[in-house]
């Protein structure tokens, strides 16, 4: 078996910079049926080690089509069909989605170091560079600014949705930042500081996640409980799945990292007369019971019928409104009206993801339930059985909807140990992928509607970069839940 593993791992490295004759000898040695979907003819460890090629594929594709120079400007759209890159500059949010294939990638080089000895030597330093120019072309998007919050006014540094001309000099003022941008940098520091051992990035993690924290409404209500939600950013009032269900998972993370520390941790707090006050706990505590009140608050009022998530709630007035107390000047406590929206699939994969790592670490019953009826309910809400396709399932492709689906995926991967439904997503996910990988592929992208295809007018084709990291990111994720499961 480790014999026939090797071969296919030899066999996969000479595809892994670019599309190339090899990879498409591969590909047209795969038996198929009439549909022309490639047979599952590789497991266990085969199939973790070509997963974990095409996502490098991919990965390195898209870097030579979505960058530009060396200040590692992100462009927002190629067209594989057309061959073209368009010059409109994405947000630090698709720029993310580059930090998190890298990561994927890296993660999964490591996990598998003896697996696919040669595919890690000849990537994984090439991978942590392009993971250090990348956390250096963040910088673009990083500005100063100084914010009144529920218990402080303070200087910031953090990171615009806008990219800037220069390093530190991105407008982050009112609406320009918003919190879920921070928590996705946050997600991928983390990652990148556990990958790598880099102090710096947890040093930057931790600082953003006080940032994040520091617009966590923590004025008390009529009962004497924290109003509790982070609003979508500090211009605004409404409080929004995607700026509180990202960070569950980073707040677990670094809970494991300070588990059984003295390292300890002071933050504010409102009183019953309104005062601010400090607290200071250890670290781990801290993080973690933040974790559990942030899960538990969107849990309970962002949650609707179908046991997915709404995208906000909104609050009694349009703007943040402000408070004196003692002399000092805080923003204002709103109370909330009711939760609207449409369901995005990526508000409920962070939430899967959440739950998981809160079960994980604290072996909570109520946290496996939650992983079991969110599991199915985001299987029965955002999947379809596709009508021309039997056995594939579907998932939405306008919007951003390739993005989401992909944090959705991760939710899957993060669950998937503890639920079945969650396994079977994930088989899912690969034969979308595979399926794209065998009929669509061209110039070393896939298409935004994997099941589909490209559209006859060739101009139509325009592909986000962030989807293709995406795709590359879930190949590298499916790798490593191929190799967990040879273990």
Known sequence: MMQKTLLLIGAALCCVATLSSCEKEKMDSMHYDLEGQPLPTQQGAELAALNLSRAITLADSAFVHNFSGNTMKLLRYYNPITKSTDNEVGSVWMYTSAIEAVNGILESLKDMQKQVPDLYAQNYERYVGRLTNLYDGLEYYAGTYTLTSYTQTKKWTVYSVNRADDKGGANVTGVLNVYDDQQWIIRELLRSYKIT???????????????????????????????????????????????????????????????????????????????????????????????????????????????????LIGAEADAPQYEWVDGKQYRKGLALTHPSGRSYSYNSGTMLSGCADLYRVTRTAQYLNDVKALSLATFNVFASKDPAREGYYAYAVDGFSPWFNDVLMSGYAEAYGYDEISRNSLNYYQANLNYAWAKYMKNGTLPVNLLVGWSQTAVNNKVEAMFSFAYASEYAVLANCQRKITE
């Open 197 to 311: 051992g880099n102090t710096d990035y947890l040093a930057k993690a931790e600082y953003l996640t006080d940032y994040v924290l520091d617009g966590w409404d923590c004025t008390l209500n009529a009962n004497g409980e924290e109003n509790g939600g982070i609003t979508w950013g500090p211009g605004y009032v409404s409080k929004h799945s995607c700026s509180n269900g990202p960070m569950v998972s980073p707040l677990v993370w670094l809970y494991e990292i300070y588990r059984g520390k003295a390292d300890e941790k002071t933050y504010r707090k409102v009183d019953l007369n309104g005062r601010r006050y400090e607290v200071t706990e250890k670290k781990a505590d801290y993080y973690l019971n933040f974790a559990k009140k942030v899960y538990a608050w969107q849990k309970k009022y962002l949650m609707n019928a179908d046991g997915v998530y709404f995208d």
